[in-house]
C-alpha cells in the first residue's frame, strides 16, 4: 500500500554530512509516523530517529544534536540530515512508515563514515 524510497546515502570522512530522503509513494499527512532506522553489519537494527503526527520528534541518544528528521509533507518526503558523523554512525539505513496497523519498510540506503 505505501512504497518508501531512500536516497542520499554514500561514504563521506568523519566529522561529514549527508542528507537522507525518503520519498513515500502516499501522502505522509495520512501516516501516523515515519521514521528512520539503521543496522550496522552483525548488529540489530535500532531505531534512530521519528517523526510522528500528533508527537514531537524523538532520537536515541547517539544521535541527538548531531541528527535531524524533518518532513515536507507537499512533496511526501521525510529527510534525515546527518551531521558530525562518526565511523559508529556506519550502517544501512532504513525509512519506516505507520499506517493505522500496518508498519512499512523502504529498501535502505547504505551509510559509511571512514576514518
Known amino acids: 500500500q505505501v512504497q518508501l524510497v531512500e536516497s542520499g546515502g554514500g561514504q563521506v570522512q568523519a566529522g561529514g554530512s549527508l542528507r537522507l530522503s525518503c520519498a513515500a509513494s502516499?501522502?505522509?499527512?495520512?501516516?501516523?509516523?515515519m521514521g528512520w532506522y539503521r543496522q550496522a553489519p552483525g548488529k540489530q537494527r535500532e531505531l534512530v530517529a521519528t517523526?510522528?503526527?500528533?508527537?514531537?520528534?524523538t532520537y536515541t541518544t547517539s544521535v541527538k544534536g548531531r541528527f535531524t528528521i524533518s518532513r515536507h509533507n507537499a512533496k511526501n518526503t521525510v529527510y534525515l540530515q546527518l551531521n558530525s558523523l562518526k565511523t559508529e554512525d556506519t550502517a544501512v539505513y532504513y525509512c519506516?512508515?505507520?499506517?493505522?496497523?500496518?508498519?512499512?519498510w523502504g529498501q535502505g540506503t547504505q551509510v559509511t563514515v571512514a576514518s
Open positions: 519506516n512508515a505507520v499506517f493505522g496497523w500496518y508498519g512499512y
Open positions: 517523526i510522528p503526527t500528533a508527537a514531537s520528534t
Open positions: 502516499r501522502s505522509i499527512v495520512s501516516m501516523n509516523a
